[in-house]
C-alpha cells in the first residue's frame, strides 16, 4: 500500500479536502485504484451528534456511517462507496484503546497515549486502507489520507506522530506528504508572502514529517519569485510546488493539479511511474468548462431550518448542481428560512415575511430537505401546501416527505391538529410516528441508518421510471419519524400514492401526487448518492420539471435513446 498524506498549514478552511480529494481524482486518472481515509482530531465519536448550524452537514455512508462532510466530497470526487472506518476521530481511537484496557488486553500495562494511542491509530489506517471501495477486488494501489485541523494543533499531536512512525515502517517510496498551505498577499504592493508557509513547514519538520509538495492556496497563480523562495526555505523542488489559485469551481482542481504535473511528482515519489497510465481527465475537462459557460439559470427554492451555512445541505447543493448540468442550468439556489413565512413572521418580522413569500412565488421548484426538530415546520407546511396548489414541482426530503404528509392530512383529510409526534406528541392524528426499526425498548441508536431497499409499487410512478428501474432503488436513510402505516388506506384514497415501500410494506418510502407535474416525496436522501456526471433521480426530475422537459426525457428514455 502507499499513502499520500495531506496536511493543512496557517489557517483552517483552505480547501483541504477538496485538494487531497482532486489528488486521488488525478491519480485514479493515471490509472490507480485509489482509496481515502479522513481524520478528524476531535472527540467526537462521529459526526452524528453534531450540529448542522456549527459543523456543516452530517454525511452517511451506505454502512449507516454517520460522518464528516468531507467523506462526501471523497465520494463524490473518487465515485467510491466508503465506510465508517474511513473516518477516524479522537473519540473512535481512545474508545478502542479504552475497550481493549477494559477486556485486560494490554496485560497490566500502564496504557498511553505513546505507544497505545499512535499504534492503534496506525493500525487503524493500515487496515481501512486495505477495504476496497470501488466496488472491484482486493485492495486500492494507494490511499489518500487527510488529516483534519492544522499542524500544530494540540489535538492533532498523536496523528502526527503516527503518521511519523508510518512514513518511516512502510518506506520511502510509499509514502508522500503534501502540505496545503496558504500564500496571502498583503497590503498595497500586493506581494505574495511565504512566510506563513515557511513557519507551518518548519512545524511540520520539526514533529519529523516533511513535505514532498507543497500546494499554496493563493487568489492568483504563484508568481516564480515566490515558488523560488518557498523552494529555498522549505526545501521542497519547485517542480514540487503546486499552485492552487482560485478557480471557477472546484472541478477545476483536478485539471490545475494536473496541468502542473502534480501526478508526476506524487507517482515518482511513490515510485508508480512505471505502472501509471498518462491522466485522462477529460470527463473533468468537459464538465468542469460546461459549468463555467452555464448561462441560463434555474430558480430553486429551498426552504429549510439551516439556511445560514450552506454548507448544512452541501450533498443537497451538490445533487441539485449535477442534476442541472445535466439539463444545461445553471442552479439558481434561494434559501427561505422557513420560520420566515409563518403566519407569526407576518406580524413580528413583516419585511423577512414578505421576502420569503416573494422568492418562494419566484422559484420554479421547491425543496424541502432534511432535519430534526420542531423550528420552523409550519413554514415547510406552507411551502408544501403553495407548491402542490399550485403545481410547482416539489421535493420533499425526509423531513420534507413528512411535511408533504402533514399538510395533506391537513389540508385535504381536513385533520387540522394531524402532526408527527416528534413535534407534536399529543396530536390527536398522528400521521407520522416514531417506528424504531429494532427494539422498541433499546432507546439508544434509534436512528434508521444506512442503505435500505425501497420496492417500487408499480413501474408506471415517476420515480421508478427516473430510477430507470421498475423494481427497487437502494437510498440511504437517517430518520426516526415515519408515515403512520395506519392511515395510508385514507390518504391513498384522498389521492396521494405512496409508490414505493419497504421490503416489509410497511415503511412508506416514496410518494407522489397523481395530477401534479412533479410533486415527490422521498423518506430516504438521495442527494448522498449523486455524483458529477450521474445526477440522482429525484433531483433530475424536479429540474427537468422545473423546465417542463420532464415528460419528453421520460419519453426518450422510454425509447432507449
Ligand atoms: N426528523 C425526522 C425524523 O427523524 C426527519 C429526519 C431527516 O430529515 N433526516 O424522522
Redesign the pocket.
Known amino acids: 500500500m502507499k499513502y499520500v498524506l495531506v496536511t493543512g498549514g496557517v489557517v483552517s478552511g483552505l480547501g483541504k479536502g477538496v485538494t487531497a480529494s482532486s489528488i486521488g481524482v488525478v491519480l485514479k486518472a493515471c490509472g490507480l485504484r485509489v482509496t481515502s481515509i479522513k481524520i478528524d482530531p476531535y472527540l467526537n465519536t462521529d459526526a452524528g451528534t453534531m450540529s448542522p448550524f456549527e459543523h456543516g452537514e452530517v454525511f452517511v455512508l451506505d454502512d449507516g456511517g454517520e460522518v464528516d462532510l468531507d467523506l462526501g466530497n471523497y465520494e463524490r470526487f473518487l465515485d467510491a462507496t466508503l465506510t465508517k472506518e474511513n473516518n477516524i476521530t479522537t473519540g473512535k481511537i481512545y474508545q478502542s484503546v479504552l475497550d481493549k484496557e477494559r477486556r485486560g488486553d494490554y496485560l497490566g500495562k500502564t496504557v498511553q497515549v505513546v505507544p497505545h494511542i499512535t499504534d492503534a491509530i496506525k493500525d487503524w489506517i493500515e487496515s481501512v486502507a486495505l477495504i476496497p471501495v470501488d466496488g472491484k477486488q482486493g485492495h486500492a494501489d494507494v490511499c489518500v489520507i487527510e488529516l483534519g485541523g492544522t499542524v500544530g494543533d494540540i489535538e492533532s499531536m498523536p496523528f502526527i506522530e503516527a503518521l511519523r512512525q508510518l512514513s518511516f515502517s512502510v518506506g520511502k517510496d510509499n509514502f508522500c506528504l503534501i502540505h496545503v498551505s496558504l500564500i496571502p498577499v498583503l497590503g498595497v504592493v500586493g506581494e505574495q508572502k511565504t512566510k506563513p508557509t515557511q513557519h507551518s513547514v518548519r512545524e511540520l519538520r520539526a514533529l519529523g514529517l516533511t513535505p514532498h509538495l507543497l500546494a499554496c492556496r493563493s487568489a492568483q497563480p504563484l508568481l516564480d519569485n515566490t515558488k523560488e523562495k518557498l523552494t529555498q526555505f522549505c526545501h521542497v523542488p519547485a517542480a514540487n510546488i503546486l499552485s492552487i489559485h482560485d478557480v471557477p469551481n472546484i472541478w477545476h482542481i483536478p485539471l490545475l493539479l494536473r496541468n502542473q504535473n502534480a501526478h508526476h511528482s506524487i507517482l515518482k515519489q511513490l515510485d508508480l511511474l512505471s505502472i501509471a497510465t498518462i491522466p485522462d481527465l477529460e470527463a473533468w475537462n468537459r464538465r468542469a468548462e460546461t459549468f463555467d459557460n452555464l448561462t441560463d439559470s434555474v430558480r430553486i427554492a429551498m426552504v429549510g431550518k439551516y439556511v445560514g451555512l450552506a454548507d448544512s445541505y452541501l450533498s443537497v447543493v451538490k445533487a441539485l448542481l449535477h442534476a442541472c448540468i445535466a439539463c444545461s442550468l445553471k442552479p439558481s439556489i434561494d434559501w427561505i428560512a422557513a420560520s420566515d413565512l409563518e403566519d407569526d413572521s407576518a406580524q413580528l418580522t413583516p419585511e423577512a415575511h414578505a421576502a420569503a413569500w416573494k422568492t418562494l412565488r419566484n422559484a420554479e421548484c421547491v425543496i424541502v430537505?432534511?432535519?430534526?426538530?420542531d423550528r420552523g415546520i409550519s413554514g415547510m407546511i406552507l411551502a408544501a401546501k403553495y407548491a402542490r396548489e399550485n403545481n410547482v414541482p416539489y421535493l420533499g426530503?425526509?423531513?420534507?416527505m413528512?411535511i408533504s404528509v402533514i399538510e395533506y392530512a391537513r389540508s385535504v383529510l381536513g385533520l387540522e391538529r394531524a402532526n408527527?409526534t416528534?413535534f407534536d406528541e399529543q396530536t390527536p392524528d398522528p400521521v407520522?410516528i416514531f417506528m424504531p426499526e429494532g427494539s422498541r425498548t433499546h432507546m439508544g441508536s434509534t436512528?434508521r441508518l444506512g442503505s435500505r431497499r425501497t420496492l417500487f409499487q408499480t413501474p408506471d410512478c415517476l420515480t421508478s421510471k427516473l430510477y430507470c428501474n421498475p423494481q427497487y432503488v437502494d437510498e440511504r436513510h437517517?430518520?426516526?419519524?415515519?408515515v403512520n402505516p395506519d392511515v395510508i388506506g385514507v390518504l391513498e384514497q384522498a389521492g396521494l400514492k405512496f409508490v414505493g415501500k419497504d421490503e416489509t410494506g410497511k415503511r412508506m418510502e416514496v410518494l407522489e401526487l397523481p395530477g401534479h407535474p412533479f410533486y415527490v416525496g422521498v423518506q430516504f436522501?438521495p442527494e448522498f448518492k449523486s455524483r458529477p456526471g450521474k445526477p440522482s433521480a429525484p433531483f433530475l426530475g424536479l429540474i427537468l420539471s422545473a423546465r417542463g422537459q420532464l415528460e419528453a426525457y421520460l419519453g426518450r428514455h422510454q425509447n432507449g435513446s
Open positions: 430537505p432534511g432535519g430534526f426538530g426530503i425526509c423531513l420534507g413528512q408527527s416528534e407520522v436512528m437517517r430518520h426516526r419519524y415515519e436522501h
